[in-house]
């Protein structure tokens, strides 16, 4: 009798047991839009009340590392007129912790004090409307920036200090990422193990896709005009983000000038790398790496890539028969992992 109504009570189980439910979330943050797609395996998650925390941790997140918003946490620091210490969260902490290993491993490329350039070539608040920056107004810009130089991040106390009164952190090229990380542990915390979190193109994943297969995403062809699938690529488990310089940039006088500044020279970058994709073990490092690289371009962030150990995919420009074409070129680590699928 206790066998028959255990396998009775099995039964009874089985049938009660829901089959996993799909939630999509999407909506507008970080002057960007979002798309999540969780699987809840129980069917019992409340959508509204992860839509809830989920608009909690992106709140928190603009709170402390927009730009835009004057009352963010580090638009305070910005407009602050003092050179002295100031302490900051521990949220804003991990991320200029995060930009100062990579400013360091990219030779200076990447850097979070670049606003004064990225405002004199128009890539700011205003549009790039006014003539190109003279060379007066580069060297003038150049004075103010520089990560290494003068932004200093202190662990104990959590403080940050600039040297320059005028000093500004631009963070929104790692920042996008460190959102989607936030979201992904609210899902985590919430028991889902299958999930895309995406966030302007920046995106996490885990486990698998409603179909049950790994998540594959498309990286566009850097072409503006054409919007067609250069690769897919598996990014289960991983973070991802890609950086072009194929939309954001301006022509005048027959030059095209893009939005990646190289903080050495001053000026937008002039190789023929067009994009560069990022596989990494969250989005906040994709997101930084994948910034990084672009400004160094394929020949030296390729070497980087190799010592760093990164997944890295590479589309440059090429002329074929008068023709612009694009020729793709991957990190080992990356060549390893597409490999797997």
């Known amino acids: 009798m206790a066998r028959l109504f255990l396998v009775a009570m099995m039964f009874f189980v089985a049938a009660c047991k829901s089959d996993p439910v799909t939630l999509t979330f999407s909506g507008e943050t970080m002057g960007t839009t979002y798309t999540i797609v969780a699987i809840d395996k129980t069917a019992d998650l409340s959508s509204d009340a992860l839509q809830t925390s989920i608009t909690a941790a992106l709140t928190k997140v603009n709170s402390q590392m927009s730009n835009w918003d004057p009352n963010s946490e580090i638009s305070r620091f910005n407009a602050a007129p003092s050179t002295d210490p100031i302490a900051i969260s ?11 290993a990579i400013h360091q491993k990219s030779e200076g490329l990447f850097d979070v004090t670049l606003g004064p350039l990225i405002e004199i070539w128009g890539f700011g608040a205003r549009t790039p409307d006014s003539p190109v920056p003279t060379h007066e107004a580069i060297a003038a810009a150049m004075q103010q920036v520089g990560q290494a130089k003068i932004l200093s991040l202190s662990q104990d106390p959590l403080t940050l200090r600039k040297s320059l009164p005028q000093t500004s952190v631009y963070l929104a090229a790692i920042a996008k990422g460190y959102g989607v ?14 999930y895309m979190v995406e966030i302007g193109g920046d995106l996490v994943t885990a486990g698998l896709n409603p179909n049950g297969e790994a998540w594959r995403i498309g990286i566009e062809r850097p072409d503006a005009a ?9 990014v289960s488990g991983l973070g991802m983000a890609t950086s072009g310089d194929y939309r954001n940039y301006f022509e005048q006088d027959g030059i095209r000038y893009s939005h990646i500044i190289d903080g050495v020279t001053g000026r937008p970058i002039t190789h023929g790398t067009a994009s560069v994709t990022v596989l990494a073990e969250n989005a906040m490092m994709a997101d930084g790496w994948a910034t990084a690289l672009l400004a160094l371009g394929q020949d030296r962030g390729l070497k980087i890539a190799e010592t760093e150990g990164l997944a890295v995919l590479f589309i440059a420009r090429r002329a074929d028969s008068g023709e612009t074409g694009f020729a793709t070129t991957t990190s080992s680590q990356f060549s390893k992992l597409q490999a797997k699928q």
């Open 90 to 100: 521990p949220e804003l902490a991990n991320v200029v912790a995060a930009a100062n």
């Open 181 to 194: 990380d936030q979201v992904a542990a609210v899902l985590a915390e919430a028991g889902i193990t299958d």
């Open 226 to 234: 054409s919007q067609t699938i250069e690769e897919i690529v598996d």
